[in-house]
């Protein structure tokens, strides 16, 4: 943990590598940061093309349901996707300078969270449109999203520090995180799956999380309690063992790259 005062005060420089990860994804696009925004909603447009005559009188506020899974899920998946090259990508920097190594997965998930602000636009329009009253839960949102967050940190240091001895693990990451995101009730109720099924997707964590977005949008129905635990739980678990492999292994990864 002493690199986290290190860190902190690198944060200009970390300022400057989200920046650098949001002006690189988007550096060739016609529409360059309206992508932002518009990925989810595309996204959300085929499951609801898709799944809509299926599950719409199950879940009440598809729309909505569909829309904030989507941008939960993003928030986790593309930091994490990004992250797990990190420092095989950042190798120059690693050789020529010394900084806190961690930093650079960290920037990756950052740059997530950002991109997780500017889409709630289209999702808190979609919501007003569609006369989804909002939660006073709404309140407990920061909460939600720094725990995802550590969640997320926790999984990129894991993940990054596996890729630079072993990079098949990119490849094995990428497998993972699609069958995760079709085991995170996206798009379907819990309530169709079996029991031994909806047992196992409470020991998937970012389900928790999509809950408790869900619960602090517009779903006051939901049980906030026994999902913020979980999440809690999930986040700390999921930092320690990152923070842990990772710290265990800073010095060798110099020699790896």
């Known amino acids: 943990m002493q ?3 290190l860190i902190i005060s690198y944060k200009e420089l970390l300022r400057n ?3 650098r990860d949001i002006k690189k994804r988007y550096k060739r696009s016609a529409l360059g940061f309206l992508w932002v925004m518009l990925d989810p909603l595309l996204m959300m447009l085929i ?21 904030a899974g989507i ?5 986790f998946s ?4 990004v992250a797990s090259t990190a420092f095989i990508h950042n190798r120059d920097l690693i050789n020529k300078l010394y900084l806190p190594k961690s930093i ?11 991109h997780f602000i500017f889409a709630l636009i289209p999702l808190f329009i979609i919501m007003i449109f569609s006369g989804t009253a909002i939660s006073h839960n709404i309140v407990l949102l920061p909460f939600i999203v720094m725990l995802i967050f550590l969640f997320s940190i926790g999984i990129s240091l894991t993940v990054s520090t596996l890729t630079v001895f072993f990079h098949d693990v990119i490849y094995i990451y990428e497998v993972l995180l699609m069958g ?3 085991f995170s009730a996206i798009f379907y109720p819990v309530s169709i799956l079996p029991e031994k099924l909806q047992f196992l997707m409470s020991l998937n964590p970012v389900y928790h999380y999509i809950t408790l977005f869900r619960a602090c949008l517009y779903d006051n129905t939901l049980p906030l309690t026994e999902h913020f635990v979980f999440g809690a739980v999930f986040a700390l678990l999921s930092f320690s063992i990152g923070w842990v492999i990772y710290n265990k ?8 790259l």
Request: charged letters at 15%; aromatic letters at 20%.
């Open 3 to 5: 690199e986290i005062p």
């Open 17 to 19: 590598l989200v920046l």
């Open 47 to 67: 499951f609801y093309i898709i799944f809509a005559g299926i599950f719409k009188r199950t879940i009440d506020n598809y729309t909505a349901y569909v829309m």
């Open 71 to 75: 941008i939960m899920w993003q928030l």
């Open 78 to 81: 593309q930091g994490t996707k």
């Open 104 to 114: 650079f997965p960290i920037s990756n998930v950052a740059s997530s969270l950002a």
């Open 180 to 182: 995760w995101m079709y």
């Open 249 to 256: 292994n800073k010095e060798k990864i110099i020699f790896y």
